[in-house]
C-alpha cells in the first residue's frame, strides 16, 4: 500500500473546528482513505473513510482533495474527549486482508 | 454486546517462558488480526486470518505463533519470550471485503523481564 504522511502532532481548543492533513501523493486509484483514531490507552476506533468524494458521518467528515493526493479529516467541534492519536491510512481495494498499515499519526491535544 | 475481548490484559514474563494470549469476538466476523504497539509507535502486524482455518504473516512474525480455533477466536502464543517482545498486543477482527472496518480489543499489556 502507498505511504501517507501526516503531522506529529496537532493542538486545537475546545468547541473549535480542526482539520487534520493527511498526504499521499502515491496513492493508486483502488486505495481507499481511511481514518482510525487511538484514544489514551485504548485500542484504536474507526472514524470514516473514502474513495473519491467526501464523506460524512457522526463523527466527523472527510475531505478528499479532487487528485486525491491528500485528505483532511474534519472535527467540527472539538471536545475533550477527542484528544487522541489520528492514523490516516491507504487500503487497496483487492488487494491483501492483512496490510492495513498504521503509521505514527497525528497526536491531536484539545485545550479547554 | 461484549465486541473484541482479549485476555489477559496485563502479563509479566521472565525471558525464556512462554504465554499464549487469547482473543474472542462476537460480532461473527470473518478476520482477525494481531498487532503489536510499541512506545511512542503506531501499530504493526503480527498475523492474521482472513477467514477460519487460513493465517498468513503480517510485518513483524517472527517469535510468534497463532492458532484460528473457530470462527470467533483466534490466539497469539510466544513459545519463548524475549525482553523485545515487550509490548501492548491488539487483536482486532473485520467483517469481510477491504474497506470494512476494523473493531479493536482494548489490548493486553506483556512486559518480558
Known amino acids: 500500500d502507498a505511504k501517507t504522511t501526516q503531522p506529529n502532532s496537532m493542538e486545537s481548543n475546545e468547541e473549535e473546528p480542526v482539520h487534520l492533513p493527511c498526504n499521499h501523493s502515491?496513492?493508486?486509484?483502488?486505495?481507499?482513505i481511511h481514518w482510525y483514531r487511538q484514544l489514551p490507552s485504548q485500542g484504536p476506533e474507526y472514524v470514516i473513510h473514502g474513495l473519491t468524494s467526501n464523506v460524512n458521518n457522526r463523527m466527523a467528515s472527510l475531505a478528499i482533495a479532487e487528485d486525491r493526493k491528500s485528505s483532511t479529516l474534519i472535527l467540527h467541534r472539538a471536545t475533550l474527549r477527542d484528544a487522541a492519536v489520528y492514523y490516516c491510512i491507504l487500503r487497496a481495494y483487492g488487494g491483501s486482508q492483512g496490510n492495513l498499515i498504521f503509521g505514527k499519526g497525528t497526536k491531536l491535544s484539545v485545550k479547554p | 454486546n461484549a465486541g473484541v475481548t482479549q485476555t489477559p490484559k496485563f502479563q509479566v514474563l521472565k525471558t525464556g517462558q512462554s504465554m499464549t494470549l487469547q482473543c474472542a469476538q462476537d460480532m461473527n466476523h470473518n478476520s482477525m488480526y494481531w498487532y503489536r504497539q510499541d512506545p511512542g509507535m503506531g501499530l504493526r502486524l503480527i498475523y492474521y486470518s482472513a477467514s477460519e482455518g487460513t493465517t498468513d504473516k503480517g510485518e513483524v512474525p517472527n517469535g510468534y505463533n497463532v492458532s484460528r480455533l473457530n470462527k470467533r477466536e483466534f490466539s497469539l502464543r510466544l513459545e519463548s519470550a524475549a525482553p523485545s517482545q515487550t509490548s501492548v498486543y491488539f487483536c482486532?477482527?473485520?467483517?469481510?471485503?477491504?474497506?470494512?472496518?476494523?473493531?479493536f480489543g482494548e489490548g493486553s499489556r506483556l512486559t518480558v523481564l
Open positions: 502515491t496513492i493508486s486509484g483502488t486505495d481507499y
Open positions: 482486532a477482527s473485520k467483517w469481510m471485503g477491504n474497506t470494512g472496518e476494523l473493531f
